[in-house]
């Protein structure tokens, strides 16, 4: 294997080419004209530009690309053709490579429904439900009264959620059925379903296998990655909180049991749900097979840092023929490790995809903390391809350790030229549910209060604003620690006049030599010691408690406002007066959050509204999203039809 094309983009691109250089093969990238310009396109040795609508799908391109620059191996990343049977066996065909599993095992683990009936028939306990051919109305409904509510629909051929839906009695089947049957038509080309029953307290668990083509299979520990969002994964760790050893084991005996069942080779991940409310003697919960991936996964940065293996080299060792580098006796784990994924995306409006162009982009560091990321400053994020921003990766000698570092590094990042979710995963991992181990795949919408923006200020955040407005830049971040360093010339007194939540606070800092500043304008404070760490950070010491805050203004968030991130919380701060709220309902009515197709519309003008019923449903990124209303009012007027294509940005209902 001399050449290896990476037939994907973005950050696995990235992650591929690393390792391939480190091993002395060279690269191949192929892009898009929107990727042209892209971190991955630069890093390969050479580059082939694809044309057409969805060139990452074309394999005869890709064939012709990887033929042209005299690849012989295809790495598929995720996501993509890394899933497709018929690519894998159209590079055996053409000579090349496919650095993934044989055909035959991709095509059993390819549909829901024949995974599961393999894995039963190779002794892995399944989720009771119904994986029958007969699609009919008639048939599901039937098959349903059957498993029983609540109950899932899954689409076969899904994945990351799309095509699936939870139906808690049978007055919600239909609807859903329908809605999860055109989301597997559009993301998969396969309308196909099939139910099971709703695991009420579910965990997602999941093992990262190897296996190669000399009959060995090893697993690298599990993974949890119950912390979702419509099913969607939002923060993974390993190994999973809580297990028990027994549990530990036999979870990963099932997935190595599942590879040799199938004849499998390379890197794989067997799912399983675990039913908390369904515990055996020694208190262990019963678990089932969901489905294997049949691929390197997201977040496998987190089964790297705490085994210390390369997965990347290993299936490019196991599809150049050789045995797997470690048996199972000799992989360990060492400490913990999380990953946050860092998404373009509006948390105050549902968590939709946001598009834009970066601005600014400052990832935090530090021991431990690992940047796996495609995009760059001047790097748009459109609606084209998933809108991951960064994957930001925590490793400590504890789970504690680990979620500090997680947490101090998203306080420490910085994205501005559009919206992501960086401050609600910050709160998220450092909530006391999650740091206490407790979670499952409802911890979420459970948490969902704990989660939101903070609605008080205290003192202490405002005294931070104030210093990263107000503190000159160049105070050395030793003075806090023993050593004695101050400039000469400091202003005798700053005054900042900050405001929240309509509530004006003037505040002066006066500098009293060294790095002391005597504080007014804030109860309670009086002398502070303060200190600048890099371009962003603060260390404050007020009254013998040492802080650390994040501190961001300007062209990070915006022209008068200041963000604050301190210990997980992050506060949006004006340094302006704010303007005069919209009177004419504006935070009422509904704009289109991103371009799509109206799929349903479900209010007429002079229709009352209560705040959270759906408006419409819109059709964007494959996956049909419910616009809600965010308020009870009156319905004014409705711009939009079924069918119709929206802009972003686009007005689609008015609310008095």
């Known amino acids: 294997m001399q050449k290896i094309l990476i037939a994907n983009r973005g950050e696995i691109a990235r992650r ?11 690269t191949v990238a192929v892009h ?16 082939v ?18 033929k042209r620059t005299g ?7 995720y996501g993509f053709l890394s899933e497709n049977a018929e690519f894998a066996k159209a590079l055996k065909k053409a000579g090349l490579i496919f650095i993934g599993p044989p055909e035959a095992a991709m095509r059993v683990m390819a549909l829901k429904d024949t995974a599961k009936a393999a894995m039963k028939k190779a002794g892995v306990p399944i989720t009771p439900g119904y994986q029958g051919n007969d699609q009919s109305l008639v048939r599901l409904q039937k ?10 629909i899954k689409a076969v051929a899904g994945g990351g959620g799309k095509g699936m839906r939870a139906v808690h009695d049978a007055g919600e089947f239909q609807e859903a059925l329908m809605a999860a049957q055109r989301e597997g038509e559009t993301a998969f080309g396969n309308p196909a379903v099939m139910l099971e029953k709703l695991i009420q307290r579910p965990r997602h668990v999941e093992v990262q296998l190897f296996a190669d083509n000399h009959g060995n299979a090893v697993h690298l520990f599990e993974r949890d990655c119950s912390l979702q969002r419509r099913h969607q994964k939002v923060i993974e760790e390993a190994p999973a909180p809580g297990l028990s050893d027994r549990l530990r084991h036999t979870l990963g005996v099932a997935a190595v049991t599942a590879a040799h069942a199938i004849g499998y080779s390379g890197a794989g991940t067997v799912e399983f749900i675990l039913d908390l409310d369904t515990v055996d003697a020694d208190g262990d919960p019963a ?24 997965l990347v080299e290993w299936q490019i060792r196991v599809a150049r023929g050789e045995p797997l580098p470690k048996q199972q006796d000799e992989l360990t784990v060492t400490g913990w490790a999380m990953e946050a994924r860092l998404y373009a995306e509006d948390p105050d409006s549902g ?5 834009g162009t970066i601005s600014t982009l400052e990832f935090g560091a530090g021991p431990g903390i690992r940047i796996d990321t495609g995009v760059e400053n001047g790097s748009r994020i459109g609606l084209d391809y998933d809108p991951m921003i960064a994957k930001v990766i925590a490793h400590g000698a504890t789970r504690a350790q680990a979620i500090d570092r997680l947490v101090g590094a998203l306080d420490a990042t910085v994205v501005s030229g559009l919206k992501c979710n960086r401050a609600f995963l910050a709160r998220l991992a450092d909530t006391k549910a999650f740091r206490a181990g407790k979670v499952d795949t409802g911890f979420i919408a459970r948490h969902a209060a704990e989660l939101a923006a903070p609605s008080l200020c205290p003192a202490p955040v405002l005294l931070a604003a104030a210093l990263g407005l107000g503190l000159p830049h160049g105070t050395a971040p030793t003075s806090l620690f023993g050593g004695l360093n101050f400039r000469i010339n400091l202003a005798a007194e700053t005054h900042v006049r900050l405001w929240w939540d309509a509530a004006q606070h003037p505040i002066s800092l006066r500098h009293i030599g060294g790095q002391r500043w005597r504080i007014g304008g804030l109860a309670g404070i009086g002398e502070v010691s303060a200190t600048r760490v890099g371009a962003h950070g603060l260390a404050i010491d007020l009254a013998g408690q040492m802080m650390r805050a994040t501190v961001v203004a300007g062209v990070g968030v915006g022209v008068g406002t200041v963000d604050v991130r301190m210990a997980g919380q992050s506060w949006l701060i004006g340094s302006r007066p704010p303007r005069v709220k919209d009177v004419g309902g504006g935070h009422a009515n509904m704009i289109a959050p991103m371009p799509g197709r109206v799929l349903a519309v479900d209010v007429v003008p002079g229709q009352e509204v209560a705040e959270g019923d759906r408006l419409l449903v819109l059709e964007a990124m494959k996956m049909e999203h ?7 009012g009156t319905v004014k007027a409705v711009h939009v039809a079924l069918g119709d294509q929206v802009a972003d940005g686009m007005m689609l209902v008015e609310i008095a």
Do not use: K, W
């Open 71 to 77: 690849a012989d191996a295809v790495h598929p990343g």
């Open 626 to 632: 419910r616009l809600l209303a965010r308020v009870a």
């Open 287 to 310: 678990f089932y097979f969901m489905e294997m991936n049949t691929r390197l996964q997201v977040e496998h940065p987190v089964t790297e840092c705490i085994t210390g293996e390369d």
């Open 32 to 47: 898009s004209a929107a990727d042209a310009h892209a971190p991955f396109v630069r890093e390969a040795g050479q580059s």
């Open 49 to 66: 530009p694809l044309a057409g609508d969805r060139p990452y799908l074309d394999v005869d391109a890709i064939i012709a690309a990887a």
């Open 16 to 26: 591929v080419i690393r390792t391939a250089h480190a091993m002395g093969i060279a």
């Open 351 to 355: 968590f939709l995809p946001a598009t």
């Open 143 to 152: 098959a349903a009264e059957g498993v029983g509510y609540p109950l899932l």
